[in-house]
């Protein structure tokens, strides 16, 4: 075996690596964008940015679709650096939140308008149509104009537009983002769906910490420009590598304990009123007292103060069998020790 293959080998890179990042950097008018961005995202992955406005996601997709230069670094598909590559001609496609559909075209213009513009003969072109028609279940649409269509509908078009050319990597670009919530929650389930289905690598940026969680294979978390933290959605949860991340994904307690910053999820704290078993062996037990209640319907939030004067949340089931616990009395609270987890402050 070559040097170079068996390298390529032994880093677990190359084959199976769609895109690669490496040490990217971009400034606009001499402000950092993103800086210092690595990243490799596997064929087949539904790999997803996760931060708050302006931390640098949509810079980071326009750098990879090639609507930017970067300052600094590398970008690499399939292997190859694009840095001279055009966005035409890179293997990717893009979905944007606003559709960009055209508007006096049907549903079915719209879907075949970049196979025409590549010359795909008319059979076949009508067939992929209808298979991406098909795929986003908008086959009865295809002759509606997009000013005949819901939010949603639209939704759906602008990603059989991009399905159809079958790209090697489809940016998406906060796709639900115009859309109301219940309509949002089951478009996620049927983006993954469909993500599955065509087996096409989707690179996927949302500021909603819990699309991220439930859609993605992995997480890049995204804060003033740079990754604090790449992994799949249970490590981001239960292992976050910054206050940060625990603060952003989920909620937190943050507790001071043995000279090191730890992070509690309130779901796996215990509370019992003070005096009684908290009914689990091998918990770290503490004192403390309820300061504040927030019925949630499903749960309800409590908020506890620790002796050392701490603040931290527990999450309670409201399934009719924890006893009562009137606001201002004394509790007891435990955790697993390892259900800490130590960040860097
Ligand atoms: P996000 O998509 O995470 O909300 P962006 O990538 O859009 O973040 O923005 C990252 C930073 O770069 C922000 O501070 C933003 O103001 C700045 N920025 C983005 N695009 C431009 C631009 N075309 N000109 C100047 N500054 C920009
Ligand atoms: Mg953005």
């Known amino acids: 075996m070559n040097a170079p293959l068996s390298r390529a080998l032994t880093d677990g890179s190359t084959a199976d690596t769609v895109l690669r990042l490496s040490g990217v950097r971009k400034l606009y008018k001499g402000a950092v964008a993103v800086e210092h961005v690595d990243l490799a995202v596997k064929r087949g992955e539904f790999f997803t940015l996760l931060g708050p406005s302006g931390s640098g996601k949509t810079t980071t997709l326009r750098l990879i679709a090639g609507f930017e230069r970067p300052d600094a670094g590398t970008i690499e598909l399939d292997g190859i650096d694009v840095a001279r590559t055009p966005?035409?001609?890179?293997?990717i496609n893009t979905v944007f939140q606003d559709y960009a559909l055209f508007p006096h075209m049907s549903v079915a213009e719209n879907v075949s308008y970049g196979l025409k513009?590549?010359?795909v003969a008319a059979g076949e072109c009508r067939e992929r149509v209808a298979e991406a028609l098909r795929t986003v279940q908008m086959t009865a649409f295809a002759g509606r104009l997009p000013a005949q269509l819901s939010g949603g509908q639209r939704q759906r078009v602008g990603l059989a537009r991009a399905i159809v050319n079958r790209p090697g990597l489809l940016l998406l670009d906060e796709p639900l983002g115009a859309l109301d919530l219940k309509l949002r929650r089951d478009m996620q389930v049927e983006l993954k769906h469909i993500q599955k289905q065509v087996g096409i690598t989707f690179l996927y940026v949302t500021h909603d910490q819990e699309e991220a969680l439930s859609m993605s294979s992995r997480i890049a978390i995204f804060n003033g420009g740079r990754i604090e933290q790449v992994g799949t959605?249970?490590?981001?949860?239960d292992k976050p590598a910054s206050a940060f991340v625990a603060g952003f994904v989920g909620t937190s307690s943050l507790l001071r304990r043995d000279g090191r910053v730890h992070v509690l999820r309130p779901e796996k704290v215990w509370v019992a009123p003070a005096g009684q078993?908290?009914?689990?062996p091998g918990l770290h037990v503490e004192t403390g007292r309820l300061v504040d209640e927030v019925y949630l319907g499903m749960t309800t939030k409590l908020v506890i103060r620790l002796a050392d004067g701490t603040a931290i949340e527990a999450m309670r089931a409201n399934d009719g069998t924890a006893p009562d616990l009137p606001t201002g009395s004394?509790?007891?609270v435990g955790w697993n020790p390892a259900a800490l987890s130590a960040v860097d402050g």
């Open 87 to 91: 966005p035409f001609d890179r293997n």
């Open 117 to 119: 513009a590549k010359r």
């Open 233 to 237: 959605p249970r490590t981001i949860y």
């Open 277 to 280: 078993s908290l009914g689990e």
């Open 330 to 332: 004394a509790v007891e």
